[in-house]
Structures are given as structure tokens and as C-alpha cells.
């Protein structure tokens, strides 16, 4: 009895360190996305969105950023424009709602490698794409968890999203002051021919960028939403996934000027190789915890 209860506790711490890996998506205080639609900006709710992070210059909110593991953050490639090695001035901000008053749930930590995708051009803002690694991993509760990636771009298509939301703490107009509690809009995925018609973005959207927002532009993303997540419900998988890294758009809010997101799905490899430093140290880890469990199940018998 004693024994077989002493199994069932093993496979059980089992069971959980191998699913806790690839876990992601779920925002356990907030239910699926409903069908009621909102018209611009809204308060997010408490936990709406566990993986999004405030990367601080100073302390003070400068871009967005996703979870996508407990060491990984993927945020844009702008937001370090001027600060090219300056890794101490920033902190990375999880669990957050309002910015002033951090609370219980937040955990800061810091970086300890900027890998900025070396393909990123300023003219265009082609490969706005820069995963930052933690110098300590964040620890996964119910405010914070990281987001789905996209496997590849078969992976997205197949995925057949329901609802897209953008989340941010950017401005709520063009020129205006960052907001202090985190926003959160439902986004309708642009199609790429008419973010191109010559009176949207004129040819200057790419394949590896995707479009989001309304063609009013009474929806979009804002001034310090950059590297933040254009996110996707799969009512297939029943998570969210991270379609989009904001990045760039004409002002903010205009008719035929949605707001630009990467496209994560087709930076899949360029992820595979840059986070393999990073999580092969966390699941160098847990290998080891496995495989200690298992000497000890495979003793007992
Ligand atoms: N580049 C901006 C930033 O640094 C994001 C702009 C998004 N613009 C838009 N119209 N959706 O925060």
C-alpha cells in the first residue's frame, strides 16, 4: 500500500514536469473570448493576458512583450533602436495590470541577451523580431504564463482562429500619453492584397508581416504597444496563440492604416535556433528530475 502510494505520488510529479513544458495558451482567472464585440480600447481583466509583459527602460514602460517560455520574451527590434548593448537599463515586467501599481502577482526580472533577428531593416521594419533571454525564469501562476506559438505557416492556417485581440499599455491616440491600466481590443486578421492596395499600405506589406485592426481604424494598436501581442483564440486547441509582435503603422487609428504585426509564423525556425540556448538550460533541469524519478521508480520495483 505503502509502496504503490509512494508510485502513484512519483508518476504523478511525473506526468506534471513533462506537461508542464509545453503548456501554453491558457489564461486560467479569464474564460474563452465571448461573441460580444467592443468598440475601441477596454480595460483588460485582471489575468486576460498572462503572457504580456512591460519591458521598462529605467523603470519606465517603453514596449510590449510575449512570454513564449519561462526564459523568453519576443518583443520588436525598434524598441532597442537607440540602445544597442544598454541590456542593464531594462527590466522585464510579468503579471501586471496597471502600471503604477505593480502588486501581488508581478515578477521582474531582468536580461541577459538581446538577440535581435539580424535580417531587421529600418526602412521597411522588415524582421522587427528580437527575443530577449532572462537572466532568471519567471515562475508560471496564474498571472503568468506564456503564449502558443504557430509551428509553421501551415500551423496558422490550419489553426482557424476565432477571435484575434490586440493588448497593450500604448497610447490611446497618436502623440497621446501611454495608459496606466493594461487595453485590450478584439482585431479583425487583414488580408495581405488589400493591406496593399495602393490606398492602404501601397505594397509595403510584406510576407512576413501580417495586418490587424478594422478598416475604420477605430481599433489599433498604439505609441508603446511595439512588441506586444497580436494574439489568437483556436476554439480547436482552446488557447491562445501568438499570431503577431506589434510593430508598425501609419499614426495610429487611421482608416486603411492598420496596425503592421511580424508574422510569428514565419520566423518558426529563426525561434527554433535562437531559443535553443535558453530552453535547453530549463529542460536540462527537468531531464534531470525525470530521469532521477525514474531510477527511483524503476528501484522500487
Ligand atoms: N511603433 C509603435 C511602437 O513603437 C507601434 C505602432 C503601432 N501603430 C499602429 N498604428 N498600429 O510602439
Known sequence: MELNSLLLLLLTALVCL??????????????????????????????????????????????????INNLSVLTATHCFLKFWGRKRLFRVV?????LSTPGGHAQIRFISEI????GYNHVTTENDLTLLLLSSP?????????????????????????H???????TSYYKGEHMNTL????????????CNLLSWYGGRITEN???????????????????????????????FYLIGVTSFGDKCGVPRRPGVYARTSRFADWLKTNQTASVSAA????????????????MLF
Open 18 to 67: 513533462t506537461s508542464s513544458q509545453d503548456s501554453c495558451g491558457n489564461r486560467p482567472l479569464v474564460g474563452p473570448p465571448g461573441s460580444s464585440r467592443i468598440v475601441g480600447g477596454r480595460d483588460a481583466p485582471e489575468g486576460a493576458w498572462p503572457w504580456q509583459v512591460s519591458l521598462q527602460l529605467l523603470s519606465i514602460h517603453t514596449c510590449g512583450g510575449t512570454i
Open 94 to 98: 510579468a503579471g501586471l495590470r496597471e
Open 115 to 118: 538577440r535581435s533577428h539580424k
Open 138 to 162: 519567471f515562475n508560471f501562476t496564474d498571472h503568468v504564463q506564456p503564449a502558443c506559438l504557430p509551428h509553421d505557416v501551415r500551423h496558422e492556417f490550419i489553426l482557424n482562429f476565432s
Open 164 to 170: 484575434c485581440f490586440i493588448s497593450g499599455w500604448g
Open 183 to 194: 487595453q485590450e481590443a478584439e482585431v479583425e486578421l487583414i488580408d495581405r492584397r488589400k
Open 209 to 239: 508581416m501580417i495586418c490587424a485592426g478594422l478598416e475604420s481604424g477605430a481599433r489599433d494598436s498604439c505609441q508603446g504597444d511595439s512588441g506586444g501581442p497580436l494574439q489568437c483564440y483556436s476554439e480547436d486547441e482552446e488557447r
Open 283 to 298: 529542460n536540462r533541469l527537468n531531464t534531470r528530475l525525470i530521469s532521477a524519478l525514474l531510477s527511483v521508480v524503476l
